[in-house]
């Protein structure tokens, strides 16, 4: 189902197909449950506590910590300067903007410093951070761009989504604003332009390789918001 062949087979007889189209196809239906996710409405539409918001972030912290380390492997993997600057220049934002978001939003809702230090990962968290972490050991450039594309074009794709309402809370409102911005959208059209690129370097292996990575990814998202929902 993620091979060369299937890809090929998708492709024939399609205008423009694109891998990373394909791709997100054969994520289905994780892909679509993670955008439409209720976990978002509520943090748009008020409906999360900020006990729930500040719980999210904390787990969501688990995350951008390898993932911040694995946009360092995709820096030093990346096979020109053109792309380091792009990908750097998202690693500028990640530790600034989005970093100070993180730890504002911990002063804000009283995260307590063991909760900070030592936080008790949800399994789906740690599922998580070990996908991550394989990746930046194991994978190549397009595996590693495989898991980028995921990561950040779902996140956009759930920001544009969501309608937000007035008077929410100004940090829940940073948190959509970081994934609803004009360089954001255009980072991820960088992305997905590149892994279309480098997939047709791939040999067969690599290619499925990449695609199961890229799968895989989709689940690991599904299962993060699902665990981190409030009930
Ligand atoms: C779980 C998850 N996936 C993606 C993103 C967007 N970088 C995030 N912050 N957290």
């Known amino acids: 189902m993620t091979t060369r062949t299937d890809w090929n087979t998708w492709a024939e007889g399609r205008d423009a197909a694109r891998l990373t189209d394909w791709l997100r196809e054969v994520s289905e239906p994780d892909w679509s449950a993670t955008v439409v996710h209720p976990l978002f409405d509520a943090l748009a539409e008020g409906r999360l506590s900020e006990g729930d918001f500040a719980g999210y972030m904390v787990q969501d912290y688990g995350f951008v910590d390898p993932f911040t380390a694995l946009l360092g492997h995709a820096i030093g993997q990346a096979p020109s300067m053109d792309d380091r600057v792009v990908l750097g220049q998202f690693m500028g934002m990640l530790t600034s903007d989005e970093n100070s978001t993180f730890q504002r939003t911990f002063d804000a809702f009283d995260v307590s410093a063991a909760q900070r230090e030592t936080p008790d990962y949800l399994p789906e968290t740690l599922a998580f951070r070990e996908l991550l972490h394989d990746t930046g050991q194991g994978g190549g450039y397009a ?89």
């Open 143 to 231: 595996e590693i761009l495989a898991v980028l594309v995921v990561t950040e074009w779902i996140y956009l794709e759930w920001a544009l989504r969501v309608t937000r309402v007035d008077g929410l809370h100004p940090l829940m409102g940073e948190w959509i604003d970081l994934h609803d911005n004009h360089a954001f959208q255009e980072f991820v059209g960088w992305l997905r332009r590149r892994l279309d690129e480098e997939a047709e370097r791939l040999d067969d292996a690599a290619f499925a390789r990449m695609a199961e990575r890229f799968r895989e990814t989709v689940a690991r998202e599904r299962a993060f918001h699902d665990a981190v929902m409030p009930r």
